[in-house]
Nanobody, 111 residues
Framework: QSQLVESGGGLAQAGESLGLSCAAS????????IGWFRQAPGKEREMVAN???????IYGDFVKGRFSISRDNPKRTVSLQMNSLTAEDTAVYYC?????WGQGTQVTVSS
């Protein structure tokens, strides 16, 4: 059974950094594109970053060079490094692979 478990969320001050991880089980990760999404209270879920299986990347317009998505196929791990956080980055962050979603991890940024 395929499963994704996110970790690494928490509380940060504006301007600080956080790193998120997503542990993937039941996947041969190198066969899949990977994605991070987020959903803030009262807002729709939006794409944060996406990486194809050949490591092409695309980021949401709001990222503006602050975030970086990466993958470690042998370790079945997907990561999102977030720098220069702002209060507007406060949301639940989700990992998605092959249509399977993790449970999400809360990121709260105080200004």
């Amino acid at each position: 059974q395929s499963q994704l478990v996110e970790s690494g969320g928490g509380l940060a001050q504006a301007g600080e950094s956080l790193g998120l991880s997503c542990a993937a089980s039941g996947f041969t990760l190198e066969h899949y594109g990977i994605g991070w999404f987020r959903q803030a209270p009262g807002k729709e879920r939006e794409m944060v970053a996406n990486m194809t299986n050949d490591e092409s990347t695309i980021y949401g317009d709001f990222v503006k060079g602050r975030f970086s998505i990466s993958r470690d196929n042998p370790k079945r791990t997907v990561s999102l490094q977030m720098n220069s956080l702002t209060a507007e980055d406060t949301a639940v962050y989700y990992c998605m692979i092959g249509g399977v979603w993790g449970q999400g991890t809360q990121v709260t940024v105080s200004s």
